[in-house]
């Protein structure tokens, strides 16, 4: 048996059916995958991912103690920020994810990141940062070489002019955020504690997982979509099954696309989530009988 799967983009539809053939059950995330195996033998079923069997557990998904969920609200911030380094190009991903910070204006110490994988998830991060870092110091440069020009009766107004534009304004929006104060959440304290999502927050996020539980919890979102045909597939899946957030391409906005708004639209009904669990539950009793 395998669950959960998700097997598109394939090159070799023949050879993967040929390699679940003595399977009993497949089960898949996303209707793209079930119709790539609908016309073999394979016994296909579309399920969805395995990750709504975890939020089956504890008193209900918007209570305090569930386990998926952290009860660090300092945690849960008014944005919280997922953007990986594998399978996509980092720069042009930090590029998007710096202008959509800019013109969304959420100070630092409103807005959380958090890393799905050690070390690569905030390769992104601290590209963003070190952009309002350099922006800072060159403003701070300026100023300083500004005054002493003054001072000595150095060059006109437009020269000043022409200096200012070389300036990087998307650094400076940044920097104005003051991102030092954001709260960073390391994958370790993530898997101790759970994912700093709730309802009335606001995601953005190129990772799949992120998107599911936070918009299951009612969380608003967007996906930054990465380029990766593999996770436009897997965030797509979401949105079939009731997701309501939005996707913005990256290489889009690295190039100038207008940013959109900051999301507020929710994310999964309770009656979506309610199914998506219910589907998942007892798709686990029956393979898993309890005796």
Not at 157 to 165: F, I, L, R
Not at 221 to 247: E, M, P, Q, R
Request: with cysteine; glycine share 10%.
């Amino acid at each position: 048996m395998a669950t959960g799967q998700g097997f598109v983009p394939c090159a070799n539809a023949a050879g993967l059916a040929d390699a679940l053939r003595d399977f009993q059950l497949v089960t898949v995330r996303d209707a793209a995958s079930r119709d790539l195996l609908a016309a073999s033998a394979v016994p296909v079923h579309l399920v969805g991912d395995d990750g709504w069997l975890a939020l089956a557990a504890g008193a209900g998904i918007g209570e305090d103690d569930h386990p998926v969920y952290s009860r660090d609200h300092d945690a849960a911030r008014e944005l919280v920020v997922c953007a990986q380094s594998d399978l996509v190009d980092p720069e042009v991903l930090a590029a998007a994810l710096a202008r959509i910070l800019a013109a969304w204006k959420v100070p630092g110490d409103r807005l959380t990141v958090v890393e799905s994988i050690p070390g690569g998830d905030r390769v992104v991060w601290d590209l963003v940062c070190a952009r309002a870092d350099a922006a800072d110091t060159a403003a701070a440069e300026g100023s300083s070489e500004g005054a002493g020009l003054a001072a000595g009766g150095g060059k006109d107004q437009e020269s000043d002019d022409d200096d200012n534009n070389t300036v990087d304004p998307v650094g400076r929006a940044l920097a104005e955020l003051d991102l030092s104060r954001a709260r960073f959440v390391p994958f370790k304290d993530l898997w101790d504690t759970g994912l700093p999502a709730r309802s009335g927050q606001a995601w953005l996020t190129s990772r799949f997982h992120p998107h599911l539980f936070a918009a299951a919890r009612g969380a608003s979102g967007l996906v930054l979509g990465s380029g990766s045909h593999y996770y436009d597939i897997k965030h797509g899946s979401l949105v079939a099954a009731g997701s309501s957030w939005g996707t913005v391409h990256a290489a889009a906005v690295a190039s100038g696309s207008e940013v959109p708004p900051f999301p507020a639209g929710g994310g999964f009904t309770e009656p979506a989530v309610d199914a998506l669990v219910s589907a998942a539950k007892a798709l686990a009793d029956d393979l898993y009988p309890r005796t």
